[in-house]
């Protein structure tokens, strides 16, 4: 089980295995670990202490920042993110960035964005289809038809309030006039688009 692990020059935090969407290019159908990693399936998700525990075993020298992103949706722990990314900041100076399927509001019920604000310094979010149908077929949200509207906001909010937004799709899981699409959108909302 591994809740710190690496992978090219940053440093990932692997805090929960549950998440909203059932993505069907998820990595996590494929194999057990990234990076470094063991497996990044969890017995149990960690605490708080855990993280910084483990961090603290880490030199950070040579890694460009911190990602909250491992085989779950970082945000269905989202006072866990924001604790760990406050701490982060304060202890060893580095950048954070959040990995997410932008679904963080209909997770915790609220909007989280504000919250963000001087912890989360980069935001990727998976926008993955040009359209709520479209997402419900690649992404099966279990929030519905609606979930696609909320993601759209939070990129919105995200580009507002945060400022360095990345949306992206993944290559091969819808067709290439829909990946440009997503990139008409990207452009649309004033945020970068990467294919992966």
Same mark, same amino acid.
């Given at each position: 089980m591994t809740i710190v692990y690496s992978y090219k020059r940053n440093i990932y935090l692997n805090l929960t295995n549950r998440c909203s969407n059932r993505c069907?290019?998820?990595?996590?159908?494929?194999k057990d670990a990234l990076g470094d990693a063991d497996s990044l399936w969890l017995r149990e998700e960690p605490t708080v202490g855990q993280v910084? =525990?483990?961090?603290?075993?880490w030199d950070m020298?040579? !890694? #460009?920042? +911190?990602?909250f992103c491992g085989y779950? =949706?970082?945000?269905?722990?989202? #006072?866990?993110?924001?604790e760990i990314a406050g701490i982060i900041h =304060?202890?060893?100076?580095?950048?954070?960035?959040?990995?997410?399927n932008g679904l963080a509001d209909l997770i915790?019920?609220?909007?989280?964005?504000?919250?963000?604000l001087g912890r989360i310094d980069r935001v990727s979010i998976s926008l993955n289809a040009p359209n709520a =149908?479209? !997402?419900m077929e690649i992404c099966e949200p279990e929030f519905g038809i609606g979930s696609y509207d909320s993601l759209m #906001?939070? +990129?919105?909010?995200?580009?507002? +309030?945060?400022?360095n937004v990345t949306v992206t799709s993944v290559s091969g899981s819808i067709t290439q006039a829909e990946e440009y699409e997503c990139e008409r959108i990207a452009r649309s909302l004033g945020v970068r688009y990467f294919s992966r």
């Amino acid at each position: 089980m591994t809740i710190v692990y690496s992978y090219k020059r940053n440093i990932y935090l692997n805090l929960t295995n549950r998440c909203s969407n059932r993505c069907c290019f998820c990595v996590r159908n494929q194999k057990d670990a990234l990076g470094d990693a063991d497996s990044l399936w969890l017995r149990e998700e960690p605490t708080v202490g855990q993280v910084i =525990e483990e961090l603290d075993g880490w030199d950070m020298e040579g !890694y #460009d920042e +911190i990602v909250f992103c491992g085989y779950g =949706e970082p945000t269905e722990r989202m #006072d866990a993110v924001l604790e760990i990314a406050g701490i982060i900041h =304060e202890r060893y100076g580095k950048r954070t960035r959040l990995n997410t399927n932008g679904l963080a509001d209909l997770i915790n019920g609220r909007d989280v964005v504000p919250d963000m604000l001087g912890r989360i310094d980069r935001v990727s979010i998976s926008l993955n289809a040009p359209n709520a =149908e479209r !997402y419900m077929e690649i992404c099966e949200p279990e929030f519905g038809i609606g979930s696609y509207d909320s993601l759209m #906001d939070f +990129i919105r909010r995200c580009k507002e +309030i945060i400022g360095n937004v990345t949306v992206t799709s993944v290559s091969g899981s819808i067709t290439q006039a829909e990946e440009y699409e997503c990139e008409r959108i990207a452009r649309s909302l004033g945020v970068r688009y990467f294919s992966r």
